[in-house]
C-alpha cells in the first residue's frame, strides 16, 4: 500500500515561514495527483492544495493564493508545500494525500493519507 509521511510542522510566528514535505512510498508516485488539506480544531478538514501527476497544474484554496506554493520532485517521490505570510488561522493538522484518478483535487475523495503534522501559528 502508498505510504505518505509528512514532515516539516511546527511553531512559527505570524508571518513567517515554513515548508511541509510529504514523502512517498509503495507504488509508483509519478501516477498520483497530490493534495494538501488541514484541519483546525473543531472545523472540517478542508482543502489547501493540488498539484496534478506530472506538476503541470495547481490549484489553491482562495485564502492561501499567493502565500503557498505546492511542488513536486517525481524523482525523489516527494510533494512540498511553501507556506509564507502565515497567518494564525492557517493554523491546525496538515494532511498530504494522493488520488489516482484526476479530475477533483479540492475534495475527497483521495485514495490515500498520511498521518498529518502539526502547524501552529502564533499571533
Known amino acids: 500500500q502508498v505510504q505518505l509521511v509528512e514532515s516539516g510542522g511546527g511553531l512559527v510566528q505570524a508571518g513567517g515561514s515554513l515548508r511541509l514535505s510529504c514523502a512517498a512510498s509503495g507504488r509508483t508516485f509519478s501516477s498520483y495527483s497530490m493534495g494538501w488539506f488541514r484541519q483546525a480544531p473543531g472545523k472540517e478538514r478542508e482543502f489547501v492544495s493540488a498539484i496534478t501527476s506530472s506538476g503541470g497544474d495547481t490549484y489553491y484554496k482562495t485564502s492561501v493564493q499567493g502565500r503557498f506554493t505546492i511542488s513536486r520532485d517525481n524523482a525523489k517521490k516527494t510533494v512540498y508545500l511553501q507556506m509564507n505570510s502565515l497567518k494564525s488561522e492557517d493554523t491546525g493538522v496538515y494532511y498530504c494525500?494522493?488520488?489516482?484518478?484526476?479530475?477533483?483535487?479540492?475534495?475527497?475523495?483521495?485514495?490515500?493519507w498520511g498521518q498529518g503534522t502539526q502547524v501552529t501559528v502564533s499571533s
Open positions: 494525500a494522493a488520488k489516482r484518478t484526476p479530475g477533483v483535487y479540492s475534495s475527497p475523495p483521495y485514495d490515500y
